[in-house]
């Protein structure tokens, strides 16, 4: 989200009557209250404790508040012959980090991730695609439709434990099983499919880390970012296009989002490296930055329309943002300031440009710059490692 403080003509006070989300750091409508002094004055009428965890806040506010916003890259083409490999982890450390985000790969895929929000800006779920899914979209949306009938086939089994049903590992093996076939079905679709023989051993790790870890059975921002990176090779290889990109996103991660809600909720997978109520959600964050793109320019709903619940009921199913925030509701108890303090936080803000261009900000800083998130991440030769 842009800052206003930013600009040369802006001095040190400007923000003084202007308060900013703290989550994201755009201004807020809502003004400041005046704080409460212990000394002078009673006690608040509803008084709430300090939330915890605290200490998974987010500390790099300004940092964020004052980074430019990721702007769309074109996805630099892999042409053959191909050499792939199997991918490898390679970020141990915060400079491996800043090496990641100073190579080619590191700004394209974060770049990727910009130029896919900025393909459905004013576009519901149930809007028609610009054009009709390519024959690869096509084989994407099968792949998440098997996966999705494998999970009525492979019912919980009885687990007396709040989180991790064992049997979440029985549909990981299967889909460990049927992963190269499926991705064969999207390399087939490719102009010339014998460029891309063999391309299966770099592609299905990264498919295989998209849907949680089978013996922790978690699932994090950083399994749905190896989708993401899934994505980001497959564009590479010239199999998805940046036409495809609107189906990418309002076919292929809306079923994929739709699945993942599914595994969660039957498997009871536990939250990844969750930063408890200083997450989004405990899961996802892709989901946020599609759908506040969605409804960029939006008539009627703003950010604060996300306390209505009536909103929420009606629109839900197709703005991905208001599902998100729909799901929150419904399976955290208590008032939504206290379980989701950063989503109200953000519901402040005026518009939803400012929302969308502040939670890229927020994914680079809070997910890709992250070493317990970035560790697990994959290099192979489609997104290489730069030593």
């Keep these: ?21 703290r989550s994201c750091g755009a201004p807020t409508t809502a003004p400041t209250p005046a704080p409460w002094s212990g000394t002078t004055d009673s006690p608040p009428p509803a008084y709430r ?31 053959p012959p191909h ?32 130029a896919l929000s900025a393909s459905i800006h004013g576009r519901k779920l149930s809007d028609p695609l610009p054009s009709p899914p390519s024959p690869a979209v096509a084989a994407l949306l099968d792949l998440v439709w098997a996966l999705a009938a494998l999970v009525e086939s492979i019912p919980p089994l009885p687990h007396s434990s709040r989180y991790g049903n064992p049997a979440f590992r029985l549909w990981h093996e299967k889909l460990t099983d049927s992963a190269s076939e499926l991705i064969s079905r999207i390399t087939a679709t490719a102009s010339s499919p014998a460029d891309l023989a063999g391309a299966e051993v770099e592609l299905a790790p990264y ?25 980001y090779c497959l564009a590479r290889l010239g199999l998805i296009t ?37 997450g989004l959600d405990d899961y996802h964050f892709l ?15 703003k950010p604060k329309s996300i306390h209505n619940p009536d909103i929420l009921e009606n629109f839900s199913k197709e703005y ?8 929150v509701k419904k399976v955290k108890k208590g008032p939504f300031v206290e379980h989701s303090p950063m989503l109200d936080d953000i519901s402040g ?28 991440f994959l290099f192979g030769s489609l997104i290489k490692w730069e030593d």
């Design 83 to 114: 050499a792939f490999q199997v991918p490898a982890k390679r970020i141990a450390s915060p400079d491996d980090i800043a090496r990641f985000h100073a190579s080619v790969h590191g700004r394209h895929f974060l770049g990727f991730v910009a």
């Design 242 to 278: 940046e036409a495809d990109y609107p189906a990418v996103v309002l076919r292929v991660f809306s079923a994929y989002l739709d699945l993942m809600r599914t595994l969660q909720d039957t498997y009871q997978l536990e939250p990844a490296g969750s930063h408890g109520v200083w």
């Design 287 to 301: 989901p946020f930055i599609f759908g506040s793109a969605q409804l960029i320019d939006h008539k009627y709903m």
């Design 349 to 376: 803000v005026a518009n939803w440009k400012k929302v969308n261009s502040g939670l890229l900000k927020m994914y680079k800083a809070e997910v890709l710059e992250k070493v317990p998130i970035m560790q697990h």
């Design 1 to 21: 989200m842009s800052n206003p403080g930013s600009s040369p003509a802006s001095g040190p006070h400007d923000h003084e009557h202007t308060p900013l989300c």
């Design 320 to 327: 991905m943002y208001l599902a998100c925030v729909a799901y």
């Design 207 to 231: 498919l295989l880390d998209s849907f949680g870890n089978a013996t922790r059975i978690d699932y994090g921002t950083g399994h749905e970012t190896n989708f993401a990176a899934f994505l």
């Design 49 to 79: 404790p300090i939330r915890l965890p605290a200490i998974n806040a987010p500390t790099n506010t300004a940092a964020i508040v004052l980074s430019p916003v990721p702007q769309p890259l074109p996805v630099p083409p892999a042409t």
